[in-house]
């Protein structure tokens, strides 16, 4: 031992490779799991931005069909027409198909006006939610099936909500 210290040559070069390779190898090591912190983060953060969106594009459209007067159903009970009892005039629920500049459930009505059923706040770059839906008359029931999915089309949340108009006086 003494005589290693008083030596003043210093390092070998097998004894440089060694502490060469055992920094590389934690480096490596802590470059991988920063890795993976990363990719569950990222999973994480789009399950919960999913569960906002799904929870209030449910509580959009929940409303809608609750307080909906004078559906009609008639031409096509999976797109009913109906007078929302927010706007005061006939609406309906498609999908956007991209041609429009808007994105996600858009309220359409007779006059040729679309408008997102969401603001853009509301919807991240990364998710779209859109909707299936039907009205059953005799049970006087609309039945909603709301997906979000991501940009490339995925499925990643869906949600079946059933809700009966209280406003319903008279179906067309």
Known sequence: MRSRIKNKKGFSISEMLMVVMILSLIIVMLGSGVMVVKNSYEKITL????????????????????????????????????????????????????????????????????????TDKTMTSRLTPSIEYQYDKDNRLFTATITIATRDNDKFLEQEIKVKPINNRKES
């Open 47 to 118: 399950k919960a931005e999913a569960q906002t969106l799904l929870s209030t594009t449910i509580t959009k459209v929940s409303d809608e069909f609750r307080f909906a007067k004078y559906v009609n159903a008639d031409d096509n009970p999976k797109a009913a027409k109906f007078v929302s009892g927010n706007l005061g005039y006939e609406i309906w629920f498609k999908n956007d198909d991209g041609s429009s500049g808007m994105k996600g459930i858009l309220i359409c009505n007779n006059a040729g006006v679309s408008a997102q059923l969401l």
